[in-house]
């Protein structure tokens, strides 16, 4: 099976910065990879599909890129309301997600 | 405005069978998508159960086949899910979502708020 790993675990940053979170998988799955934002208590937001596609109503300060196994969320100018955990999703191979990355003021 | 909400019981005792609905407004189910159930235990990844398209069979992740079952009733414009056998390693906040699977998507666009079951005795 695709087994998901991100880095880091938590990021600490401040609204304004540039924050970058990193999945990678442990074979290739082309660019079919998404991104979600979780708040505590409410289920997942989708952010990105198809590795760099935002989803439609998602601020353009997200961003995502990468392809193969190596993936990357940016985040350009941090929100108050973006301090949450994200996790990203392969669906080359049924769908697995990620552990998480909490971002943390 | 789609809208996803599960419904069932919150506590299942182990060995018995897991059963929970999930009602769909604002979408025809019968129109199309994949409809699906994903779980998140306590302070862990999400991970996906199964799920089924209105006119084609349902699909299980691997670990769970032997015990899961998803079917849809469109007259009602819900899915549903049974776990049968649980343990305390079921316990999970379960979550349903529309996933999207056409042009090199995968993803899931709308979610429920999320039902949390606890197994216990």
């Known amino acids: 099976d695709i087994q998901m790993t991100q880095s880091p675990s938590t990021l600490s940053a401040s609204v304004g910065d540039r924050v970058t979170i990193t999945c990678r998988a442990n074979?290739?799955?082309?660019?079919?990879l998404a991104w979600y934002q979780q708040k505590p208590g409410k289920a997942p937001k989708l952010l990105i599909y198809?590795?760099?596609s935002l989803e439609n109503g998602v601020p353009s300060r997200f961003s995502g890129s990468g392809s193969g196994t190596e993936f990357t969320l940016t985040i350009s100018g941090l929100q108050l309301d973006d301090f949450a955990t994200y996790y990203c999703?392969?669906?080359?191979?049924?769908?697995?997600f990620g552990q998480g990355t909490k971002l943390e003021i | 405005q789609v809208q996803l909400q599960e419904s069932g019981p919150g506590l299942v005792r182990p060995s018995e069978t897991l059963s929970l609905t999930c009602d769909v407004t604002?979408?025809?189910?019968?129109?199309?998508?994949?409809w699906d159930w994903i779980r998140q235990p306590p302070g862990e990844r999400l991970e996906w159960i199964g799920g089924?398209?209105?006119?084609?069979?349902?699909y299980y992740n691997p670990s769970l086949t032997s015990r899961v079952s998803i079917s849809v009733d469109t007259s009602k414009n819900q899915f549903s899910l049974e776990l049968s056998s649980v343990t305390a390693a079921d316990t999970a906040v379960y979550y349903c979502?529309?996933?999207?699977?056409?042009?090199?998507?995968?993803?899931?666009?709308?979610w429920g708020r999320g039902i949390l079951v606890t197994v216990s005795s």
């Open positions: 979502a529309r996933k999207v699977a056409v042009s090199g998507r995968g993803d899931f666009d709308y």
């Open positions: 604002g979408y025809s189910i019968s129109s199309g998508y994949y």
């Open positions: 089924i398209h209105p006119v084609g069979s349902a």
């Open positions: 074979q290739s799955i082309s660019s079919w």
């Open positions: 198809r590795a760099s």
């Open positions: 999703q392969q669906y080359n191979n049924y769908f697995t």
